[in-house]
């Protein structure tokens, strides 16, 4: 998968080329409108990042040129400006998704994650590993059909987990991309073990194939061993 960081803030830039390129995706990048525009008119990208400031023009403009040229990237606007005005121009120029600064990048490797899988199912966000179905949109989970009863927490737990399957998490990245900003009121890690143990506890007694395993002095893995 190719993505397209479009984005002036260097620093920036490079921190989410890093986390993205070690989630194994082709990452190029743009730091003004003039390449910006070069890179999408010469090549194709599966999903564009994109700011809306930007040395020598707009990124709401690079959004009407893709509408207009048809172009099939998915995009999510990345933003300091969190105006409800720009989020409403951006998704109805066609941004599939919007990200005010700052934010976690365990979040935005989340949501890019999630556009992809739509893309690639031709909008069905659903989640399945085994007898396993996690679906985001209408937040509900189920194993062999049969609905799963979670909480809010749980069910985000969940969804993290089974967005990266097979994946070794660290108890702090699990806390950001739950908690997010509200990350103290998971009050350190007794709370999160707590959740965990309590969506551990529901999946088992549900027949889930795919279970969450503690990795001691880490943290959580979602196994899809069946």
């Not at 996690?134 to 979670?150: C, F, H, K, M, Y």
């Not at 969804?159 to 908690?179: M, Q």
Request: glycine content about 6%; hydrophobic content about 40%.
């Amino acid at each position: 998968m190719k993505i397209l960081i479009i984005e002036d803030e260097e620093a920036l830039r490079d921190t989410v080329r890093e986390s993205l390129l070690k989630e194994k995706f082709i990452v190029e990048c743009a730091e003004d409108y003039a390449t910006a525009m070069s890179k999408i008119n010469d090549y194709d990208y599966d999903c564009i990042l994109l700011d809306i400031m930007l040395p020598g023009g707009s990124g709401l403009s690079i959004l009407a040129h893709l509408k207009k040229q048809r172009k099939k990237e998915s995009v999510i606007i990345l933003s300091a400006k969190d105006s409800i005005e720009d989020k409403v121009e951006g998704l109805n120029l066609g941004a599939d998704d919007y990200l005010a600064k700052p934010f976690h990048l365990a979040e935005l490797n989340a949501r890019v994650k999630s556009l992809l899988r739509r893309k690639k199912a031709n909008g069905d966000t659903s989640i399945i590993i085994g007898n396993l179905t996690v679906t985001p949109d209408t937040r509900e989970a189920s194993v062999n059909g049969q609905p799963l009863i979670l909480n809010r927490k749980e069910f985000d737990l969940l969804y993290y987990f089974a967005s990266n399957p097979n994946r070794l998490i660290n108890k702090t990245s699990l806390a950001e991309s739950v908690w997010g900003d509200n990350i103290d009121q998971a009050d350190s890690l007794d709370f999160i073990y707590s959740q965990v143990k309590n969506l551990r506890k529901k999946m088992k007694a549900a027949g889930s194939e795919p279970e969450i395993k503690s990795v001691y002095g880490f943290g959580y893995k979602l196994t899809t061993d069946t």
